[in-house]
């Protein structure tokens, strides 16, 4: 049972585009929300995040949206440039047992931006 | 500090052979995960660790998995005997338990591919 949902399993935009990463969950615990991104043959790289009490985040080009309501998020680049081609996963968190944060991942969405 | 340190990179064994895989966490991180990335399933957690002790093994596939760390800077995952369908990239991410700590820092990944 897939808790986070990522739907397009890849993505393409032409550079200087904006690109719109989602990404839908069910568990309505989850009180923080993160997005990876992820190089071949390197290891997921943290990107931006949010809060569940909140419904936007910015940091540069990258902009996380949060609906509550809808159980959904969604990655915005803009612009977006082939340096951002990648495979990016969302990832949601909840508290564990003596403190931490388990993060559930989403399948991933491969990003190509073309020239 | 030099982040999460997996080793080996690549492994490729024959099934039935046992495989072990290691990890250096970044230091001061108390938490240790083992993920197991697929194109089918994605990012799965396999098994974590809360100060060098087992908190949730409920992600091992099987009793062929098992995963130890005897101190704070030494994890391994071993697999016995091994399968094709082990075949896929094993992760392992550390992080700090804070309370509002929800970033989990990757290694590169162990390609292992089993024949």
């Known amino acids: 049972d897939q808790q986070v949902k990522q739907n397009s399993p890849s993505l393409s935009v032409q550079e200087g585009r904006i690109s719109i990463l989602n990404c839908d969950y069910t568990?309505?615990?989850?009180?923080?929300f993160l997005w990876y991104k992820k190089y071949p043959a390197e290891g997921p790289t943290f990107l931006i995040s949010?809060?569940?009490?909140?419904d936007k985040n910015e940091d540069g080009i990258f902009t996380v949206f949060l609906n509550k309501s809808a159980k959904h998020l969604s990655l915005h680049i803009v612009p977006s440039q082939p340096g951002d081609s990648a495979v990016y996963f969302c990832?949601?968190?909840?508290?564990?047992?003596?403190?931490?944060?388990?993060?559930?991942f989403g399948t991933g969405t491969q990003l190509k931006v073309e020239l | 500090d030099a982040g999460v340190i997996q080793s080996p990179r690549h492994e490729v064994t024959e099934m039935g052979q046992e495989v072990t895989l290691r990890c250096k966490p970044i230091?001061?991180?108390?938490?240790l995960f083992w993920y197991r990335q697929t194109m089918m399933r994605g990012l799965e957690l396999l098994i974590y660790?809360?100060?060098?002790?087992?908190?949730?093994d409920s992600g091992m596939p099987e009793d062929r998995f098992s995963a130890k760390m005897p101190n704070a800077s030494f994890s391994t995952l071993k697999i016995q005997p091994s399968e094709p369908r082990d075949s896929a990239v094993y992760f392992c991410?550390?992080?700090?338990?804070?309370?509002?700590?929800?970033?989990?820092?990757f290694g590169p990944g162990t390609r292992l591919t089993v024949t």
């Open positions: 991410a550390s992080s700090f338990g804070g309370l509002n700590s929800y970033e989990q820092y």
């Open positions: 568990n309505s615990m989850f009180d923080y």
């Open positions: 949010i809060s569940s009490i909140k």
């Open positions: 990832a949601a968190s909840g508290r564990l047992t003596g403190g931490g944060n388990k993060l559930t």
């Open positions: 230091s001061g991180h108390d938490y």
């Open positions: 660790f809360n100060n060098n002790v087992p908190i949730d």
